[in-house]
């Protein structure tokens, strides 16, 4: 946690000290480092808790996102205001790569508001995995939910590695019907 972010919590009201003594202990949870945090992982995974309940016993889980998900928007704002003000016409691309953005802070329906499109990078067809080709239409149909009909949504494709010509039709079809705007090509080896 670096002191801007500290003293932006603490402006907004939030309870700083709260938030990372329970991100540690989550962060050592997940990496198993005490023998008391590999317990708790145990118990997490063989429990039925939703990452809903998670929430509900700890509150400040949810503070610390949205703490992260509007300082993250605030930037967007910043950055898409400096890049229009000097070319209405440039076209501010978020190129995301995080099937689950808020997990990193970013609200896609809010950001959404500074960006001119969102550019989708999942190279499943690089696999050769058909399953993980299918799949990527539900990343797309969720940014095209939260970014609304009027910002474009662009989806990468990847014609290399192990993709094949049938694969990278069902790619197409799979974006086009989740509701993506255009196609970008990977070619970077």
């Avoid at 689950?100 to 001119?116: C, H, I, T």
């Avoid at 990468?156 to 255009?182: F, N, Y």
Wanted: aromatic share 10%; hydrophobic share 45%.
């Amino acid at each position: 946690f670096c002191p801007h972010c500290e003293r932006k919590a603490k402006e907004a009201g939030i309870d700083w000290e709260l938030i990372k003594r329970t991100v540690r202990m989550f962060a050592d949870v997940v990496s198993s480092a005490t023998l008391e945090s590999s317990e708790e992982l145990l118990l997490i995974q063989r429990g039925s808790s939703s990452q809903a309940m998670l929430l509900l016993e700890y509150p400040e889980l949810f503070d610390w996102l949205r703490f992260r998900c509007t300082t993250i928007t605030g930037f967007f704002r910043a950055v898409s205001g400096v890049i229009h003000a000097a070319n209405p016409k440039v076209d501010f691309r978020f190129n995301t790569i995080w099937l689950n953005p808020e997990l990193a802070g970013l609200d896609v329906r809010k950001v959404s508001d500074y960006v001119d499109s969102f550019r989708i990078c999942d190279y499943a067809e690089q696999t050769g995995d058909e399953a993980k080709v299918l799949a990527k239409g539900a990343w797309i149909a969720n940014v095209r939910r939260q970014a609304g009909a009027e910002v474009p949504v662009i989806a990468a494709l990847a014609p290399r590695g192990k993709a094949t010509v049938d694969l990278i039709k069902k790619a197409v079809k799979t974006v086009a019907l989740a509701g993506a705007d255009g196609l970008g090509f990977g070619f970077y080896d």
